[in-house]
């Protein structure tokens, strides 16, 4: 990987919500909204600064959730539905997320209505047309998908990367197995069905065998005679549940066709990380952090 052609496309909600509850016990943090900017966006910051110092991107891109309803939640009511609230302060940072990435120099892409992780997977196709290879910084394991030929998954942890065998060798399947995978599995924090009693392992096992979902439908017998414990069962159970899981495949799968307004006619100089903006204080950012940011830049 060459990382003067290296596009970074960061998962800010994820590390926003990671900033928070990190700083704040138990989640609540502050409720007025001028304190949760100041002291919610100095948290995010910090994570964020660590990244851009740590990693030094030479193109990136914070990516938000747009917010409101989406497509997901016209295919699925339930979506996401079962989740608590996020506590008030919370609610003020997310909207302030892109402010503070603005302020430390970051492109922001955030589009009213669609999820970050689809506008990580447009953004994805977008920078591999450009001749770009891509990390996409997320713990989220839906961005698995994406991985493959130029692309990557960084872990925002220790920004170790993961290629397309770092993820069979962790998760059991391809990442053009993932989005079949999760239809069976489902995802219970987003509230996605899935097919029930249909385990991860035995839902690995069957892929191995057949390939895909759709072989599994085309051929139910020869997947029930997978070398896995209850493949048989398990093949009853998916076909007896076909539409939940052909619908849960169209809630995990990501869309790279969504609008991403913030990135039309955009340039590669464009993309550049810059040095924070004088606006950087007032968002809430540490002045030893800024400092850093800017010697790097000027480097």
């Given at each position: 990987m060459d990382p003067a052609r290296t596009l970074s496309l960061i998962d800010a909600t994820s590390m926003l919500h990671r900033a928070w509850y990190g700083a704040f016990r138990g989640g609540e943090g502050p409720e007025a909204p001028e304190q949760a900017r100041q002291a919610g966006g100095a948290a995010?910051?910090?994570?964020l600064g660590r990244m851009l110092a740590d990693v030094r991107p030479a193109f990136a891109v914070a990516v938000f959730d747009g917010g409101?309803?989406?497509?997901r939640h016209q295919l699925f009511p339930a979506y996401k539905?079962?989740?608590k609230p996020p506590p008030p302060g919370l609610a003020?940072?997310?909207?302030?997320?892109p402010e503070v990435a603005r302020a430390l120099g970051l492109k922001v892409a955030r589009t009213p209505g669609v999820e970050a992780d689809d506008l990580l997977a447009a953004a994805t196709q977008r920078g591999r047309r450009a001749g770009l290879e891509v990390v996409i910084v997320s713990p989220d394991k839906d961005v698995l998908q994406l991985v493959g030929e130029g692309v990557y998954r960084a872990d925002p942890a220790d920004f170790a990367l993961e290629d397309a065998d770092g993820v069979e060798a962790r998760v059991g399947v391809r990442p053009d197995q993932i989005v079949d995978w999760l239809a069976l599995t489902g995802d219970s924090s987003d509230g996605i069905p899935g097919a029930k009693g249909v385990g991860a392992k035995t839902a690995m096992g069957l892929l191995a065998h057949?390939?895909?979902?759709?072989?599994?439908?085309?051929?139910?017998?020869?997947a029930g005679g997978a070398p896995v414990r209850g493949a048989a069962s398990a093949v009853r159970k998916i076909v007896e549940q076909r539409d939940q899981v052909l619908l849960s495949?169209?809630?995990v799968r990501l869309r790279p066709d969504v609008a991403v307004p913030d990135l039309d006619g955009v340039t590669l100089g464009d993309l550049r990380p810059?040095?924070?903006l004088p606006s950087a204080v007032d968002a809430g950012v540490d002045l030893a952090l800024i400092a850093k940011l800017t010697a790097l830049r000027r480097g």
């Open positions: 995010f910051a910090a994570v409101g309803l989406t497509v539905a079962h989740r003020v940072l997310a909207d302030h997320g057949m390939g895909t979902l759709d072989a599994i439908f085309a051929d139910p017998e020869d495949r169209e809630l810059r040095a924070p």
